[in-house]
């Protein structure tokens, strides 16, 4: 059975501090992974990583796989009260049976404080 | 459209109705995705589709649902007989679909649904 486990489940940290949120996965035929930020209802896609080692930024959001030790991380720089969220991952296998669904992790929650 | 919709956004319903969700995928997109999130929890997958037809209904919790998609866009989410227990936000995602080397899912803003 796939199994995503994310960590922290929760932080709470200053604007302007740095924090990286972790992902561990257990999926069969594994192809990539997502992450996704979460505010209200709506999960909105941040990245797809498919190969292990290259970083992936997109302004103060960085994203790293480690497909060898089935982690990736995200990390977010100077941190803003915008950057309140959950944070979720997600496994993607490659195509076949199973191949759309989604196993996501429970979600960081990260609150930033003024 | 510029992205997935969904309606309606919220929806109270006494227990023992039946109640329906809409989503609207975006335009081109071949794949769609049901979930729902209960509070507090992660988001659980219900059913996907592939145009028209659904190959995995795996995660339907109950056969008090039901869901369908017609000329490979639109898609309704029916819940018959709704239990306290169905109040929860269901997502609706669309993709290229899963074929198509790209899998990110693009998600709708939800249907909060209450049962009283």
């Known amino acids: 059975e796939d199994k995503v486990v994310q960590s922290p489940l929760s932080l709470v940290v200053h604007e302007g501090d740095t924090v990286t949120l972790n992902c561990s996965y257990e999926v069969t035929n594994f192809r990539s992974l997502l992450w996704y930020k979460q505010e209200k209802k709506a999960p909105t896609f941040l990245f797809m990583l498919t190969s292990s080692g290259i970083e992936k930024k997109s302004g103060r959001l960085s994203s790293i796989l480690d497909k060898k030790e089935l982690f990736s991380i995200l990390n977010i720089t100077a941190t803003q009260t915008g950057d309140s969220a959950v944070y979720l991952c997600a496994p993607i296998p490659y195509s076949g049976a199973g191949s759309y669904q989604l196993t996501f992790g429970k979600g960081t929650k990260l609150s930033v404080i003024p | 459209g510029a992205g997935v919709s969904q309606s309606p956004s919220n929806k109270v319903t006494e227990k023992g109705k039946d109640v329906e969700l809409r989503c609207d995928p975006i335009s081109g997109h071949t794949a769609l995705y049901w979930y729902r999130q209960s509070l507090g929890q992660g988001l659980e997958f219900l059913i996907y589709?592939?145009?028209?037809?659904?190959?995995?209904k795996s995660g339907l919790p109950s056969d008090r649902f039901s869901a369908e998609r017609t000329g490979g866009s639109v898609s309704t989410l029916t819940i018959q007989r709704t239990q306290q227990e169905d109040s929860a936000v269901y997502l609706c995602a669309s993709s290229t679909g899963p074929d198509r080397g790209r899998n990110e899912q693009y998600f709708g803003p939800g249907t909060r649904l209450t049962v009283t």
């Open positions: 589709f592939q145009g028209n037809s659904a190959p995995d």
